[in-house]
């Protein structure tokens, strides 16, 4: 079974400029969240997707958005970008069961990643 | 409000001895735990996860961790350490409502194994 994946593994851009990643859940997988691995500051959440809308997002400005699809993929896009962008950004799926109300015995499988840089 | 403390930023020990990686925790409720690996420029790999079941987990590579409620602990470990385990570990916390099923990592733990 295929894995979460992740495109491109490598972005470059300038300041200014908008970034678009892209993630493909495990097939079955209805939830994708972002996280960014910022150096010196680990790994914070950014977004949660599930069957298409947007469920909560983390403590990041709204340059930072995204959308889920009908398939459940997800784009990521961060807008006027700035040097501090530059990071790891790491998507995650999940299958969600409402049983599980709290949300958090579910495992999440990462992606390999994507590593942006802001020059 | 849930949150994690990973006791040590970096841990060293050579090939064959024990490793242990401390992760403290704290959750309004029951939490779910668990502990995730990345070897450098690689994603994230779980290795264990806890949720209420048996207190002691055994993950994939040896290793284990033991949910201990009175001492808000789950330390990883592992009985004989190996070149490959050298990267870096991450104790994460989940289940707190309002947190909204996100994850909450804690600052993660170098594991360096020397020969």
């Known amino acids: 079974e295929a894995g979460v994946t992740q495109s491109p593994t490598h972005l470059i851009k300038t300041r200014g400029q908008q970034a678009t990643l892209r993630c493909s859940p495990i097939s079955g997988h209805t939830s994708v969240y972002w996280y960014q691995q910022a150096l010196g500051l680990g790994l914070q959440f950014l977004l949660w997707y599930d069957e298409g809308e947007e469920r909560n997002r983390g403590n990041f400005p709204p340059r930072f958005s995204g959308r889920q699809f009908p398939n459940y993929s997800s784009e990521l896009n961060v807008n006027a970008l700035e040097l501090e962008d530059s990071a790891l950004y790491l998507c995650?799926?999940?299958?969600?069961?409402?049983?599980?109300?709290?949300?958090?015995?579910?495992?999440?499988?990462f992606g390999p990643g994507t590593r942006l840089l802001v020059l | 409000a849930q949150s994690v403390t990973q006791l040590d930023s970096h841990v060293s020990v050579s090939e064959g001895t024990p490793v242990l990686l401390r992760c403290n925790y704290s959750s309004s409720y029951s939490p779910s735990l668990f502990w995730y690996v990345q070897h450098p420029n690689k994603g994230l790999q779980l290795l264990l996860k806890?949720?209420?079941?048996?207190?002691l987990v055994k993950g994939i590579n040896g290793f284990e961790a033991e949910f201990k409620k009175s001492e808000t602990s789950f330390h990883l470990t592992k009985p004989s350490a190996h070149m490959s385990d050298a990267a870096e570990y991450f104790c994460v916390v989940s289940g707190s409502p309002g947190s909204a099923r996100q994850l909450t990592f804690g600052s993660g733990t170098q594991l360096t194994v020397l020969p």
């Open positions: 995650a799926s999940s299958s969600y069961h409402r049983s599980d109300w709290r949300g958090g015995q579910e495992t999440k499988y």
């Open positions: 806890y949720t209420s079941a048996a207190t």
